[in-house]
């Protein structure tokens, strides 16, 4: 492909997604920009997935892999080896994006080259496809490592990065089974460039099935990715940015245990944060709409 039209390699791992994955793919066929490559990699699917994704198999830029089932990071690293593009985005296979999105983003990297990653807001829609929420968190642009230490902003079905960024740092790190896209972009934010859009660029079903439903199990792993990234990447803030930030995410995770009635461990939480920033007024209020729950 030209630099004028480079090729977008779409990653889409799915595993028993046989009710939903018709449209994520019928929206990747629907872009307005041509120029992409496909690649789905079904992890083990044991219901009727292979048949629903039969018939699209004749459009040459659609590839199709299968493996015994050892969860999305695996496969979206199979798909990453395999992948030609100068761009990689995600698409999971219960979610879809809007026509445009492919189109508008190779024209915001061409307005602004120094971009490696970017990303925009989700549509939050239920199991039926009915819309719940347009109300998306904070996100920042620029070098964002002091906002991710925080909080994962970052929206997975909506970025496009370049392919550079893998070369140079790799894939999914398939540690763990929960947040590996966290893992990912807070390396990416070590040294790259974020841009975010205020664009509505997928929309994101909300399951019962997710992994990413146990919020108590999300916070253990984020806990564990940053004191990694910390220990990995100590140059890619200052020693008060990470104490900042990991102040702000141990006041998140104590707010949260206190208020799912888990108060002792929440202000346990809130001793960490006092140690990270003994001088923020944010811990103290903390301790005081934990102990008063």
């Given at each position: 492909m030209s630099a004028d039209n480079p090729l977008i390699s779409i990653i889409t791992p799915t595993y028993n997604?046989?009710?939903?994955?018709?449209?994520?793919?019928?929206?990747?066929?629907?872009q307005t920009y041509p120029h992409f490559e496909f690649l789905i990699v079904d992890d083990g699917s044991t219901d009727h997935t292979?048949?629903?994704?039969?018939?699209?198999?004749?459009?040459?830029?659609?590839?199709?892999?299968?493996?015994?089932?050892q969860g999305q990071s695996v496969a979206r690293n199979v798909a990453l080896d395999e992948a030609q593009g100068e761009f990689i985005c995600f698409l999971d296979s219960d979610n879809f994006w809007p026509a445009e999105k492919l189109e508008q983003q190779v024209r915001i990297f061409k307005q602004h080259p120094t971009t490696d990653v970017l990303y925009g807001d989700n549509v939050i829609i239920n199991e039926a496809g009915e819309e719940l929420s347009r109300n998306n968190m904070a996100r920042y642009s620029g070098r964002i490592a002091p906002q991710m230490v925080k909080d994962n902003c970052v929206a997975m079905n909506t970025t496009m990065a370049r392919r550079q960024c893998f070369d140079e740092l790799g894939g999914m790190s398939g540690k763990r089974r929960v947040a590996d896209d966290y893992d990912l972009w807070l390396r990416f934010s070590a040294k790259y460039e974020f841009r975010y859009e205020p664009e509505y660029w997928a929309w994101y079903r909300v399951m019962e099935d997710q992994i990413s439903s146990d919020k108590t199990r999300r916070f253990q792993v984020n806990e564990q990715i940053i004191h990694d990234f910390r220990r990995d990447f100590p140059d890619a803030m200052s020693p008060r940015e990470f104490n900042e930030g990991f102040a702000h995410f141990y006041i998140r995770k104590g707010r949260y245990l206190g208020s799912a009635g888990q108060k002792r461990e929440g202000v346990r939480e809130l001793l960490k944060a006092v140690k990270y920033s003994p001088a923020e007024l944010n811990v103290w209020r903390a301790f005081a709409a934990v102990l008063l729950k």
């Open positions: 997604r046989a009710d939903f994955i018709a449209e994520a793919v019928e929206s990747v066929l629907a292979d048949k629903v994704l039969e018939p699209y198999l004749n459009d040459e830029r659609i590839r199709l892999f299968r493996q015994e089932n």
